[in-house]
């Protein structure tokens, strides 16, 4: 049984309130509609089109709060922080991402995505990749979509040397993870009182 159109039509804002990363796809599935249904539905409730919803975000993020890099710096974009603490980014996979052999993409553009995020969420004005242990655990394509998330991990970081453990998903499957050893010039205890 459908859904009426005005109660899709809430769901659909409360869904996107909920994951603005969602793209019309998944949300065409979410409510067994058709992509179309979906595009026609956020343009009748005023609501951008993802692209558009992420550029958003991630600009006011980049302008509000990180201090390491500058936007271009950045692989993939930022689109929610909490500097010293954690951090979002996508990277949608496209063919210039990929072997053209097999499609599938080059390991260093999921490493630049998790290692620029890892020295983005830091709060200091320089922070450098120390060490890294990556793993990658599954295959990425063109037209994967990657989430990363950032966690500091406080309870292991001193002085001048703080890791962020980065998680990277392509539809809430893990297909990348990477531990970062990082160097900062701010004294972490300082910054902690």
Do not use: W
């Not at 992509?35 to 956020?42: E, G, K, N, P, Y």
């Not at 004005?125 to 990556?134: F, K």
């Not at 406080?154 to 890791?163: A, E, G, H, I, L």
């Not at 392509?170 to 972490?188: A, I, L, R, W």
């Amino acid at each position: 049984m459908r859904v009426p159109k005005r109660e899709r039509q809430r769901q659909l804002g409360i869904s996107l309130e909920q994951n603005p990363f969602l793209t019309d796809e998944e949300l065409s599935r979410q409510f067994n509609v058709s992509v179309q249904t979906i595009r026609l539905d956020r343009l009748e409730c005023g609501i951008p089109e993802l692209r558009e919803r992420l550029k958003t975000v991630a600009a006011r993020t980049m302008e509000a709060e990180v201090k390491s890099l500058q936007s271009d710096e950045v692989i993939g974009e930022i689109v929610d922080i909490e500097l010293d603490k954690r951090a979002i980014s996508i990277f949608d996979v496209s063919e210039e991402h990929v072997f053209q052999r097999n499609g599938i993409a080059r390991g260093h553009h999921l490493f630049a995505q998790a290692n620029s995020l890892a020295v983005a969420v830091l709060d200091d004005d320089l922070a450098l990749t120390v060490t890294s242990t990556l793993h990658f655990l599954r295959p990425v394509k063109a037209g994967d979509r990657v989430i990363a998330r950032a966690i500091v991990d406080k309870d292991r970081s001193n002085d001048k040397r703080t890791f962020v453990e980065v998680f990277s998903t392509v539809e809430n499957e893990t297909v990348f993870t990477g531990e970062f050893e990082m160097y900062q010039t701010t004294d972490q205890s300082r910054r902690k009182s």
